[in-house]
């Protein structure tokens, strides 16, 4: 194998396990997207606050980490109920973008209140997974990134039995393609818009462990929300496996932008590149790769 060869294929893996990370916190805004019909804009807050919640279990003496995982997944668990009775179940049948605002000022206040419960300073996570690159073919992995991606693709077809063959989650596809004739079929509405935000509340908390492990915990890791949104616009909003896809289109993008146009420009190709993807679709397929597309009559 020639070295250009071996070179391409090591930024295709690495990128890859880095798509699939992005794809685990995309996860979280197709789940809302699916059963409330409004995108999630906090959803990098989620994230960051869970990294604080684990990274405060762990600093207690003897505290293991299978019990530090369960807190965290727990705690946001009842964070995506709480938040769905106390702010977004009084907007429930208001126009979208009620919701969206309410969200948007939601990541506000959580990006506010971070440092000033939990401090500043960056806090480092570290899981028990050691420091030796895990050699696949040509690419050299962190274990983390390998985690990562294992944690990712378990959970995507989770979520993906789960909407397909489990009577909730039946019945939240059911809820995101029409609530009223959902309601009207005996489906309790609201109860399945608690669960998407549950379920929200346990991808950000899987994300927080494993984002916080590579990036460290402080209110910089909100940001992961925001270099995530190109994923769920290319993969589609409403659609699981496209989550899955998106993440490794712009993981691999990212990683190829870095290897073959940063040496050129001096970096900073792999920070723009996913948005200009994302424009582009915007352009061609506003619904995404595997989107549901809306046709409305006027």
């Given at each position: 194998m020639s070295e250009e060869l071996e070179f391409l294929l090591s930024l295709v893996l690495s990128g890859a396990s880095i798509g699939l990370m992005y794809s685990l916190i995309a996860l979280g805004f197709v789940l809302v997207y699916k059963a409330t019909d409004a995108i999630n804009f906090a959803q990098g807050e989620f994230v960051m606050l869970a990294g604080l919640i684990v990274v405060v279990a762990l600093s207690f003496e003897s505290m293991p980490l299978i019990v530090a995982i369960?807190?965290?997944?727990?705690?946001?668990?009842?964070?995506?109920?709480?938040?769905?009775r106390v702010v977004l179940r009084p907007l429930l049948g208001r126009p979208v973008v009620a919701v969206i605002m309410a969200t948007i000022g939601l990541a506000a206040i959580i990006r506010g209140l971070g440092p000033v419960i939990f401090g500043k300073e960056v806090r480092a996570l570290s899981l028990p997974i050691g420091d030796e690159p895990i050699t696949l073919g040509p690419a050299s992995l962190p274990p983390i990134q390998v985690l990562g991606a294992v944690v990712a693709v378990v959970f995507f077809i989770a979520f993906s039995w789960f909407f397909k063959k489990s009577r909730m989650g039946v019945a939240m596809r059911a809820v995101a393609d029409n609530q009223q004739v959902a309601q009207a079929m005996g489906i309790n509405v609201e109860r399945y818009f608690a669960l998407a935000w549950a379920m929200a509340g346990i991808v950000s908390a899987l994300g927080g462990v494993v984002w916080g492990a590579m990036?460290?915990?402080?209110?910089?890791?909100?940001?992961?929300?925001?270099?995530?949104?190109?994923?769920?616009?290319?993969?589609?909003?409403?659609?699981?496996?496209?989550?899955?896809?998106?993440?490794?289109?712009?993981?691999?993008?990212?990683s190829l932008a870095a290897g073959y146009l940063d040496p050129y420009v001096g970096g900073g190709t792999k920070d723009f590149a996913p948005y200009v993807l994302m424009i582009l679709m915007l352009m061609v397929r506003p619904y995404g790769i595997f989107g549901r597309r809306q046709i409305e009559r006027v």
């Open positions: 369960a807190i965290v997944v727990a705690a946001m668990i009842g964070f995506g109920f709480g938040l769905e990036l460290g915990v402080d209110v910089q890791l909100s940001l992961v929300g925001l270099k995530v949104f190109p994923v769920v616009i290319l993969g589609g909003l409403d659609s699981i496996g496209g989550a899955l896809v998106g993440g490794l289109i712009v993981g691999i993008v990212e």
